[in-house]
Nanobody
Framework: QVQLVESGGGLVQTGGSLTLSCAAS????????MGWFRQAPGKEREFVGA????????YYADSVKGRFTISRDNAKNTEYLQMNSLKPEDTAVYYC??????????????????WGQGTQVTVSS
């Protein structure tokens, strides 16, 4: 059974930084495409970024490009989301997601079969 556990959320001031982690278990992590999504109150869950299992290629939403960085450590079965220059509009619950289906657009929620429980990120102005 696949489990994804996020950590690292919290409260930070505008302009600050946070690093989220997503620890995976239950299946070969190195073969998984990994994504990050977020959901703010009253809004739909939206794509933040993803990292492929082939070549660790990264993809980002325009709203976070240049500020957020995704990485993975296959030896630790862990994905990371480094968030810099945080803005109040980045406030949301952040979810990691895993997919072993390499044929679908990274930005689509239905690509991902497994999701973490989410971790709250709050950016104060």
């Amino acid at each position: 059974q696949v489990q994804l556990v996020e950590s690292g959320g919290g409260l930070v001031q505008t302009g600050g930084s946070l690093t989220l982690s997503c620890a995976a278990s239950g299946r070969t992590f190195s073969n998984a495409d990994m994504g990050w999504f977020r959901q703010a109150p009253g809004k739909e869950r939206e794509f933040v970024g993803a990292i492929s299992w082939i070549g660790s290629r990264t993809y980002y939403a325009d709203s976070v490009k240049g500020r957020f960085t995704i990485s993975r450590d296959n030896a630790k079965n862990t994905e990371y989301l480094q968030m810099n220059s945080l803005k109040p509009e980045d406030t949301a619950v952040y979810y990691c997601a895993a997919s072993w289906d390499s044929g679908t657009d990274y930005r689509l929620r239905y690509k991902y079969d497994y999701w973490g429980q989410g971790t709250q990120v709050t950016v104060s102005s």
